[in-house]
C-alpha cells in the first residue's frame, strides 16, 4: 500500500477515504508522529492519544470554516498533518519551524493561537458568539482534556457556554476514567439511543402528551424525568454537565472511529450546547509510550527501540529540586507547590522526602498562588 499520509493537503482529502483507509492513515499517522519526537523532542503520549478523535472530527466538521480549538495545544500534531502541514512535520519545534502549538499566524486552520489550559471552552465560547454576531454559518468544537478541568477557568466557561443556546460542542477527552463492563455497556446503548437527532423531537412529543393528561399527566411526566436524571447519575454521573446547560453523551470509545464519525454526524445537529465524552489511552500505539506516559508526556529526543532518552547533563528544575531538599532537612517551615507539574518543576524527590509539605494544586494556577499565601500567612516558606 502507498502511503496515505502524503496525499492529504487538506480535511477535504479525507472524505474520499473509506474506513480501512481511515484507519490505516490512523496507523501512518501514530509512526510519523513517533518519528518526529524521537528526533525533535515534543508531547508524545497525548499526541499518540488523540489520533482517531482528530481524524474523525476533521472527517465529520468542515474545518476551516467550522472551529476546532484544541486546550493547551500540545496534542495537535496530528491536526497539524491533516491541515496541509505534513510535508513540513519534520520541522516541528526547530526554529523556523511548525511551532509545537496551534498558532493563528501559521494556519488559517488554528482559530485561536494557545500554550495553557483550561482556556479553550472560553476560547471557543467566543468564536462561536462572534459566529452569531456576524451571521457566520458554521460549528464550534473545543477539546479539552480531564486534566484540564482540575483548572478553574474551564468551569468558568462551562457555565457561560451552556447558557448558550446554539449549536456548541465541548469534546472530553479522558484519558483516565475507566468504567465497568455492564455498566459500560448500558452507557454506551443509552449514549446512542440519546445522539440520534430524532430523540430529543420525540422526548418532546412524550412530555407534551404527558402534560395535557388530566390529573395524572404532571405527576407521570415529573416521576419520568426524576427516573431518568437518577438513572443517568447511576450510569455515568453525567447530571454535572447537564445541570450546567450541556446535553451530555458518553462515554465512547476514542479509538473507535468509526463510532466516533457515526456520534459526530449525530451531535452536530443539535442546537444546542453538547458534551461529547470520549475515553483515550495516552501513548496509544507505542509500548514505551503507553507503559508509562508520563515519561513521554513532554520529552526530548529519544531511541524508537528502546524508549530511552539520549544522555544529558544536569536540568535546571533538577538542580532546583536537589537544592529545595537540602534546604527542607533543616527547615520544616519549608513547603513545596506545584501546579500539575511535579517532574517538571523537578519536585519529584521533594515529594517523596517531604509527602507532608509537598501540594500539587493541579492545573490550578490562582488557587495555588493564594494557596500559598495562606501558607506564608501562617508561617510557613512556600
Known sequence: ??????????????????????????????????RTVAANGGHLASNLGVVELTVALHRVFNSPDDKIVWDVGHQSYTHKMLTGRGARISTLRTKGGLSGFPNRRESPYDPFTSGHSSASISAALGLAKAKELSGEKGHVVAVIGDGALTGGLAYEGLNNAGRFKKKFIVVLNDNKMSISRNVGSMARYLARIRTEPSYFRIKGRVEGALDHIPLIGAPLHHGLTSAKSLLKQILYNSTFFEDMGFYYYGPFDGHDLDKLIEVFHNVKSI????????????????????????????????????????????????????????????????????????????????????????????????????????????????
Open 271 to 382: 442546537d444546542h450546547p453538547v458534551l461529547l465524552h470520549v475515553l483515550t489511552k495516552k501513548g496509544k500505539g507505542y509500548p514505551f509510550a503507553e507503559q508509562n506516559p508520563g515519561a513521554f508526556h513532554g520529552t526530548s529526543g529519544f531511541d524508537v527501540q528502546t524508549g530511552k532518552a539520549a544522555p544529558s547533563g544536569q536540568t535546571f528544575s533538577g538542580v532546583f529540586g536537589d537544592c529545595l531538599c537540602r534546604l527542607a532537612e533543616s527547615d520544616g517551615r519549608i513547603c513545596a507547590v506545584t501546579a500539575a507539574m511535579k517532574s517538571g518543576t523537578g519536585l519529584v524527590r521533594f515529594a517523596q522526602k517531604f509527602p507532608k509539605r509537598f501540594f500539587d494544586t493541579g492545573i490550578a494556577e490562582e488557587h495555588a498562588v493564594t494557596f500559598c499565601g495562606g501558607l506564608a500567612a501562617g508561617g510557613m516558606l512556600p
Open 1 to 34: 500500500m502507498g502511503s496515505l499520509l502524503d496525499s492529504i493537503r487538506s480535511p477535504q482529502d479525507l472524505q474520499g477515504l473509506s474506513s480501512a483507509q481511515l484507519k490505516q492513515l490512523c496507523g501512518e499517522i501514530r509512526e510519523k508522529i513517533i
